[in-house]
C-alpha cells in the first residue's frame, strides 16, 4: 500500500486554521487555575 503523502504546512495555512476553529468553538473561555501557563506554542507536527 501506498503511504499517504503529508503536505507541509506554513506558518500562515496553520494560523488560518487555528482562526477558523477559534472562530467555531464557544466561548468565553477561562483558563485560570492550577496548573494554567499563560503561554503556549503550537508545534505543527501534531
Given at each position: ?27 468565553p473561555f ?17
Amino acid at each position: 500500500m501506498a503511504r499517504k503523502q503529508r503536505k507541509k504546512l506554513t506558518g500562515a495555512e496553520v494560523g488560518s486554521a487555528f482562526d477558523q476553529a477559534a472562530l467555531e468553538m464557544p466561548g468565553p473561555f477561562d483558563l485560570s487555575g492550577r496548573g494554567h501557563e499563560a503561554r503556549c506554542t503550537f508545534d505543527r507536527s501534531l
